[in-house]
């Protein structure tokens, strides 16, 4: 019996991390539309199906995935990755607060009122320009990004970061992620992962979502007990 009460104990959910892009607001579309800005311009086939391979990864990974090993000099692959961060930071200056994606900022609210710790754990370094500009910097306790850590997702570091931050171990925290690399680093991490998009792009996820309108912090944690 003491045992069973362990566990239950050991695993009680304390903690949500969120990723950003695609999750909190749909920023990911302004990742591929830049990407396919510059893909173009080099002739390379990408379509959104190979945007996913590109999902979570660095800025610089996600280029060499997109590239498909082809190499370019390296000032040319500087330059490029420069003007693919400069149109998607023109694409932000559109986000305001209305631009949560479904059910997003209800979601973190009774995330809060219900006691839970909110952190958000993304490889982007316009994350915190992008809080800013949806106005949510109220509805986390911490934010964890790619400047924080040396290795980018598939690599746990932001999520372990992010619970050493709130202060909760990794068997208590749930990471919500779009992206196959995100599910991967969560898992790595010790956390359960909810996905947010399809089964297909994320097979390996413990819970899928197409977003979270109406579903309740309740619900995730008695499903994932
Ligand atoms: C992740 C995105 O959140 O951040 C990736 O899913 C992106 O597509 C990565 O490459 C890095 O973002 P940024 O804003 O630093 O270029
Ligand atoms: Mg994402």
Request: glycine letters at 4%; one cysteine or more.
């Amino acid at each position: 019996m003491k045992i069973i009460y362990f566990i239950i104990m050991k695993n009680q959910k304390k903690a949500f991390i969120f990723d950003l892009d695609g999750v909190v607001t749909d920023t990911a579309e302004y990742h591929f539309q830049a990407w396919k800005t510059i893909a173009d311009e080099l002739n390379v086939p990408f379509d959104r199906h190979k945007n996913e391979e590109l999902k979570g990864v660095s800025r610089e990974e996600s280029f060499k995935r997109l590239l498909s090993g082809k190499v370019l000099p390296p000032d040319q692959f500087k330059s490029l990755m420069n003007k693919k961060n400069d149109l998607y930071r023109s694409f932000l200056k559109k986000l305001t607060r209305n631009d949560m994606l479904p059910g997003m900022r209800e979601f973190l609210t009774q995330s809060r009122h219900d006691g839970f710790k909110t952190a958000i754990g993304s490889s982007s370094k316009n994350a915190a320009e992008i809080i800013e500009r949806l106005e949510a910097n109220d509805l986390f306790d911490s934010i964890v990004c790619g400047a924080d850590v040396p290795n980018a997702k598939p690599a746990p570091d932001l999520f372990l970061l992010a619970a050493n931050k709130l202060n909760v171990p990794p068997e208590q925290c749930v990471v919500f992620e779009d992206a196959y690399s995100g599910i991967t680093a969560a898992h790595t991490a010790g956390m359960k992962a909810v996905g947010i998009g399809t089964k297909e792009a994320l097979p390996e996820a413990d819970l899928i979502y197409k977003n979270l309108n109406s579903v309740t912090p309740e619900q995730i944690v008695n499903l994932l007990v």
